[in-house]
């Protein structure tokens, strides 16, 4: 369930517009004071906040301020501030939306609803970001362990897996056969780093168009190896 706060000392439209999103499936807490609306948002993990800019204590665009400089949380402006400067100035300070007094508290909600939808499409969209890795033809789920050479998906056992994701969340740094043994095998495993030069001939085999004339995982003569992007 999602939770939301309202802060505003207006108590008739703080209980209306609780009342209008608790029959809509949400949890609704109400702050009267800029002082305590602003430790709650803080302190207690929200999904969006309804902010009155004038409150006692301590007033909206502060509060609007201070949650976004820490949070990413959607922020609604309810205000009968009507002049223009005021809503340029709210949504300035990382307002997601300006909603001007007297409002439709149905209409409210209906953009309650589109910007917590919004706001997990773009969470959705971040966390399969992290999740999934490009470097040219090559793209790694880390979800599936799945690894995708020019759009084809290839075989790849559990230390080449390893090997290649280390190499692709660390491109361009060269890297010894003994640096590499212990971040893939560690040095408690059975083996010596001459188990890097078989692992890197067999990436090498499997994303390379020419292994003989490799363009991902460079040789440097003497030293190691890098993965080239």
């Known amino acids: 369930m999602k939770r939301i706060l309202i802060i505003e000392d207006e108590e008739v439209i703080a209980k209306v517009v609780?009342?209008?999103?608790?029959?809509n499936g949400f949890a609704v807490d109400i702050a009267q004071s800029g002082d305590v609306g602003l430790q709650r948002a803080m302190d207690e993990d929200y999904d969006l906040l309804i902010l009155d800019l004038m409150l006692p204590k301590k007033d909206g665009f502060e509060i609007c301020k201070r949650v976004r400089e820490s949070k990413n949380i959607p922020i609604l402006i309810v205000s009968a501030k009507k002049e223009e400067i005021n809503k340029i100035h709210g949504l300035g300070l990382g307002a997601d939306d300006y909603i001007i007094k007297p409002f439709s508290v149905g209409e409210l909600v209906a953009r309650v609803k589109a910007h917590l939808a919004r706001y997990e499409r773009l969470t959705e969209t971040q966390v399969l970001k992290k999740d999934e890795l490009r470097i040219r033809?090559?793209?790694?789920d880390k979800r599936s362990r799945k690894v995708f050479v020019n759009e084809k998906e290839v075989a790849f056992t559990s230390k080449e897996y390893d090997l290649l994701l280390f190499f692709v969340q660390n491109p361009n740094h060269v890297f010894t056969k003994d640096e590499l043994f212990e971040k893939i095998w560690g040095w408690d495993s059975l083996g010596d780093s001459a188990t890097v030069t078989v692992h890197i001939r067999k990436l090498r085999e499997k994303i390379e168009t020419d292994p003989a004339k490799p363009q991902y995982i460079e040789t440097i003569w003497g030293v190691g190896y890098r993965l080239n992007v």
């Open 137 to 140: 033809g090559i793209h790694i």
């Open 18 to 23: 609780k009342n209008y999103l608790d029959a």
